[in-house]
């Protein structure tokens, strides 16, 4: 094993899982850099079913990461877990990965590599900025992204807010509709940005006072007592059990080493790539969500990975 075979990708979720595969069947040697205990990425968060991933019906996000990571076990795929990386340097015509790993540090050579670090909620600049948000998240009060409301035995009580007005605000608010919940639903935009679909199926629970929408309205204050009052800037107010934030997704790509290369970017943070998947940083691969803000979902990231792989295959051929 040399540096002109190993490749590492960091970052273990779909995509990164599915560069590797392909790179191992091409003999090559893939190295998956994860910062976490276990493989999965997004899909580790939630525990909803995917129904959209082919071949694998009836099983949820996490079983579909639990399959992936067995499928990847069985390849012998070298994984580095709880590994981070804090530099990538130019050396000998490629690249110095260097990495901190929880009781030693490394450096991997490498003539290109990866980039799968994909997307996390969006939503800790809200709790942030308003005051006694923070403090009702670490109590479990309010939660970041849609995944933690679908949790098995949390108690969400009778009463929930979702602030947002995207697919995912529309998808909760009817599968809590459903479980017997009242929700309310706020976004600051006049119109919902989720998509027809969704907001159709949510009229019949809104007809049944199951649903309640405030469209064009910001959350001002929130008061913390036995039940959470939220106030919003036009002046209503409500008294609520738990707060949803349904923000959309932020890439990952703030870290140092990353803004270090300098990659060329679009308005939203995420990583420009060509057909191939590579960036702007000539032999700098980037695959799944973190490089795809028009469709993320687990099945782009597969292939992306292995569109990555068949370009990195010929580059290390050539």
């Not at 490498?110 to 308003?130: Q, S």
């Not at 002046?235 to 349904?246: E, Q």
């Not at 000539?282 to 028009?294: E, H, I, K, L, T």
Request: glycine fraction near 12%; proline fraction near 4%.
């Amino acid at each position: 094993m040399t540096s002109a075979t190993i490749v590492p990708i960091i970052g273990g979720g779909p995509a990164g899982m599915s560069c590797a595969l392909w790179l191992k069947n091409y003999g090559l040697h893939p190295v998956i850099i994860e910062r976490k205990a276990l493989l999965g990425g997004m899909q580790r968060a939630s525990p909803y079913e995917n129904l959209w991933l082919l071949g694998r019906p009836g099983e949820t996000a996490r079983q579909n990461a639990d399959a992936f990571a067995r499928h990847i076990a069985l390849e012998d795929i070298e994984i580095l877990y709880e590994a981070e990386a804090e530099q990538v340097r130019r050396a000998d015509g490629g690249f110095a990965l260097d990495l901190r790993m929880r009781n030693t540090r490394r450096t991997v050579g490498c003539r290109l590599l990866v980039i799968a670090t994909g997307t996390d909620f969006r939503g800790r600049d809200w709790v942030n900025a308003l005051a006694g948000a923070q403090a009702l998240a670490d109590a479990g009060r309010v939660l970041i992204g849609p995944a933690a409301i679908g949790e098995p035995g949390l108690e969400i009580g009778t009463d929930v807010l979702i602030v947002g007005g995207g697919d995912n605000a529309f998808d909760i608010a009817h599968r809590l509709a459903a479980q017997g919940k009242h929700v309310t639903l706020a976004f600051r935009t006049k119109t919902p940005r989720a998509q027809a679909l969704l907001s159709e199926r949510l009229k019949a629970d809104v007809a049944a006072r199951r649903v309640t929408i405030k469209a064009g309205v910001a959350v001002a204050a929130l008061d913390a007592g036995a039940r959470i009052g939220v106030s919003f800037d036009d002046g209503t107010r409500i008294a609520v059990d738990r707060i949803v934030l349904c923000f959309g997704y932020a890439p990952n790509t703030q870290a140092p080493w990353i803004e270090a290369l300098q990659l060329k970017r679009d308005g939203g943070g995420y990583l420009v790539v060509d057909g191939n998947m590579e960036t702007s940083c000539p032999g700098v691969f980037a695959v799944g969500d973190v490089s795809n803000p028009r469709h993320p979902c687990t099945a782009t990231a597969i292939a992306a990975g292995t569109m990555a792989a068949r370009e990195i295959l010929k580059r290390l051929s050539a």
